[in-house]
């Protein structure tokens, strides 16, 4: 599903996009913007109407125990997309922002109730892709 309303969102945005074929690519979409492919990892996220926490990470299990943890870097994607369920929008992170390798990213959907804005990323500057 999340997938899907990310693939539709950036359609909307003007761009063309590629769906790589099987489970084994760090990316789940492929964004074509000017004739270059950017990998995109999609995630589905569901906000308390404040904050968009996206982790920043996927895990691999087997048989229901964690065996291996993958930390998405610029090395292996160029965005990383959520889909908010509560909010129902997309959010585009990109990967520079996930240094070299972090657990978690936070958007602020609502002003933080201690005023503090520095330090603090608002979830609208996310909203789409940007250069």
Same mark, same amino acid.
């Given at each position: 599903?999340?997938?899907?309303?990310?693939?539709? +969102?950036?359609?909307?945005?003007?761009?063309?996009?590629?769906?790589?074929?099987? *489970?084994?690519? +760090?990316?789940?979409?492929?964004?074509?913007?000017?004739? @270059?492919? *950017?990998?995109? @990892?999609?995630?589905?996220?569901?906000?308390?109407?404040?904050?968009?926490?996206?982790?920043?990470?996927?895990?691999?299990?087997?048989?229901?125990?964690?065996?291996?943890?993958?930390?998405?870097? *610029?090395?292996?994607?160029?965005?990383?997309?959520?889909? +908010?369920?509560?909010?129902?929008?997309?959010?585009?992170?990109?990967?520079?922002?996930?240094?070299?390798?972090?657990?978690?990213?936070?958007?602020?959907?609502?002003?933080?109730?201690?005023?503090?804005?520095?330090?603090?990323?608002?979830?609208? +500057?996310?909203?789409?892709? *940007?250069?």
């Amino acid at each position: 599903m999340a997938e899907l309303r990310v693939a539709s +969102d950036l359609v909307r945005q003007g761009f063309q996009i590629a769906i790589p074929f099987g *489970e084994d690519s +760090d990316f789940d979409l492929v964004l074509i913007r000017d004739g @270059q492919f *950017e990998r995109v @990892q999609v995630k589905h996220v569901t906000s308390d109407g404040c904050v968009v926490e996206i982790n920043c990470y996927s895990l691999s299990l087997t048989h229901g125990k964690v065996r291996n943890i993958k930390r998405y870097t *610029e090395r292996t994607i160029d965005w990383l997309a959520a889909y +908010d369920v509560t909010t129902d929008q997309c959010f585009y992170v990109p990967a520079h922002l996930l240094g070299a390798g972090r657990s978690c990213i936070s958007l602020r959907l609502k002003p933080a109730r201690n005023n503090q804005v520095r330090k603090t990323r608002n979830a609208a +500057d996310f909203r789409t892709i *940007e250069d």
